[in-house]
């Protein structure tokens, strides 16, 4: 039976940190009305295309962070894209080769980046011997700029209450906290205003995300971390 399709993806409003994709399938033939398929998933921000182009990241950044990740959660990013998967690809057993054979992160990072089509920078931004995983991506800003990071940083926040802050900064169109010196580059955690989280106010705090408070204006801290340098 002959069929056409229509996918829809979209980033929902809560700053990049939920995808969403809407996939119609018409069968052309048939006498009931289209199929839609709607998939709605948490990925991890360094698999968003959000932050492929936010990070301009090379070929070689994306294969270093699909490494620090499961294989089911690069398919499920494609099936967000659209991208029709086996579904042995997408669980964490396998009765059959067919399955574990499908089920490898470089084909499901390549059927993704020809799915996206991203521009492909040339200089790498992820450390390969980088302990932290994912490994994070390093950035470079002015000397002044890092010292003025450095009066700001914010240390260890309560998990019980929002903790007031010293300092924001502003950088490649986001708002980061600093949290960390390390040598001679600082850790900045990406924040996002508090009503783009869906918090579930019947769950205990320690599922909530870290809330920190700057200028009277409430933030959640997103699972998106980079090193910056000078």
């Not at 929002?162 to 960390?180: A, R, S």
């Amino acid at each position: 039976m002959s069929s056409s399709r229509k996918t829809t993806t979209e980033t929902t409003l809560d700053d990049g940190m939920t995808q969403q994709s809407i996939n119609v399938i018409t069968y052309v033939d048939d006498i009931h009305s289209a199929t839609t398929i709607s998939i709605t998933a948490k990925l991890p921000p360094c698999l968003t295309a959000l932050y492929w182009e936010r990070h301009k990241l090379t070929i070689n950044d994306m294969y270093t962070l699909s490494n620090s990740l499961g294989s089911l959660v690069v398919w499920t990013a494609c099936l967000l894209e659209g991208q029709d998967v086996a579904s042995g690809s997408v669980k964490s057993s396998f009765d059959t080769c067919e399955g574990i054979l499908i089920s490898g992160k470089t084909t499901a990072l390549k059927k993704l980046m020809k799915l996206r089509k991203p521009i492909l920078y040339t200089n790498d931004v992820i450390d390969t011997s980088d302990m932290h995983q994912p490994p994070l991506p390093r950035h470079f800003v002015g000397e002044d700029e890092l010292k003025t990071i450095g009066t700001i940083i914010s240390g260890q926040l309560n998990l019980e209450v929002p903790t007031e802050v010293p300092g924001i900064f502003n950088f490649m169109g986001k708002i980061w906290l600093p949290t960390l010196s390390e040598g001679s580059a600082i850790v900045l955690h990406r924040l996002s205003p508090i009503e783009n989280f869906h918090i579930d106010t019947n769950m205990p705090k320690l599922y909530w995300p870290l809330l920190c408070v700057y200028n009277k204006q409430m933030y959640g801290l997103t699972n998106e971390v980079i090193r910056v340098f000078a």
